[in-house]
């Protein structure tokens, strides 16, 4: 649902740039509360991976596919306002190295794909684990809604957007009606890609999983034939399974998973244009579509530029982008991670002189 320079005009592109920023700032002083030394580097991975993921189209109707948006998979997996963040760093990698989603577009990309995906996921999630048993499956099931929802939601959001600052005239009805529809069936590819994805890191390490937390039960011991919850310091350990090695492990099992996924998987993707390309060409929006900006760069399209094996070419391409992106992110989080650091220091050190 990547949208091209040209699809909105410029006043809106300018306002929904402006909603954009104002949604990160909002998120990286919200993920100051959210990330910790576990988890910060988890994040980057998590953008790595749904960069990965987004190289792989899937069909979902005659002459459409779809790929996975992220924001839910991401609320879920690091917190909303890293999940927005996570988003934002996927989207900026491909805007600028792989010239997918305009520049002058980045930011209604942002809102729609970031802020909106996360916002409704999110949302949905809470809600449902608040009225379901409090255990794993719970998650797994609210997480597949969650991000069923999503992907729906985006396609409104997008469509009122066009309808504001649409640069063709096409009748909105139309528009909102394929945009969804088409999305609807989007959105269950989605759904099982994050359900999947959240299961099997709840399996292995739940207290990683931000949406799992409070749901472990607490650790009991038998004392004279009787079971009662063991003192915090013996259940601090077991919370954290295998502690920093196990982190390690995840981290490295995720980071592989990443690069096989985008430098394999992906050649085997579908060549149909997505929901919002085929959308966009059935109804005429994509009459003033402009040439992306960073149409030559050397990465432009998913491939690596001079390289003529098409196999070889969008591998490579896929390596370097999940590579970029997993540096990127972890950098930006462990800045975010250090703030946070920094900002309870000073804390401690204000009340301890008062």
């Given amino acids: 649902m990547h949208v091209p320079d040209g699809f909105i005009n410029a006043p809106v592109s300018v306002a929904a740039g402006v909603v954009a920023a104002a949604a990160v700032a909002v998120s990286l002083r919200g993920a100051r509360r959210e990330l910790d030394e576990r988890t910060a580097p988890l994040a980057g991975l998590v953008a790595a991976f749904i960069f990965a993921v987004q190289m792989l189209n899937f069909p979902v109707a005659a002459g459409t596919s779809g790929h996975l948006l992220g924001g839910a998979l991401a609320a879920i997996l690091v917190g909303p306002y890293t999940g927005v963040l ?56 609210a997480a597949f809604t969650g991000a069923l929802l999503s992907v729906p939601a985006a396609a409104a959001a997008f469509t009122a957007v066009y309808a504001i600052g649409g640069t063709t005239d096409v009748p909105i009805g139309k528009v909102i009606t394929a945009m969804v529809g088409v999305h609807v069936l989007i959105g269950i590819g989605e759904a099982a890609i994050t359900a999947a994805t959240v299961g099997a890191v709840i399996a292995v390490r739940p207290d990683l999983v931000h949406g799992a937390r409070g749901l472990t039960a607490p650790l009991k011991l038998r004392v004279d034939g009787a ?69 030559d760069s050397p990465l432009a399209d998913y491939s690596v530029k001079d390289v003529d094996d098409a196999r070889l070419s969008g591998g490579l391409a896929g390596v370097i982008g999940v590579g970029v992106t997993v540096v990127a992110g972890t950098g930006i989080f462990w800045a975010v991670r250090r703030r946070r650091t920094e900002d309870l220091t000073a804390t401690s050190t204000s009340v301890s002189a008062g």
């Fill in 227 to 295: 079971l009662v919850d063991a003192p915090a310091a013996a259940a601090a350990p077991a919370a954290t399974g295998a502690g920093a090695g196990s982190t390690r492990k995840v981290w490295a099992t995720g980071l592989v998973t990443a690069l096989v996924l985008a430098g394999f998987v992906s050649f085997y993707a579908s060549a149909n244009p997505d929901g919002l390309e085929k959308v966009a060409a059935d109804k005429g929006i994509d009459e003033k579509a402009e040439e992306h900006a960073a149409a």
């Fill in 86 to 141: 996570c988003v934002s760093v996927v989207l900026l990698m491909q805007g600028i190295l792989f010239a997918d989603g305009g520049l002058t577009a980045l930011g209604v990309n942002v809102t729609v794909m970031g802020v909106v995906t996360v916002v409704v996921a999110y949302g949905i999630f809470r809600g449902l684990l608040g009225i379901l048993p409090p255990t794993r499956r719970s998650v797994t099931v």
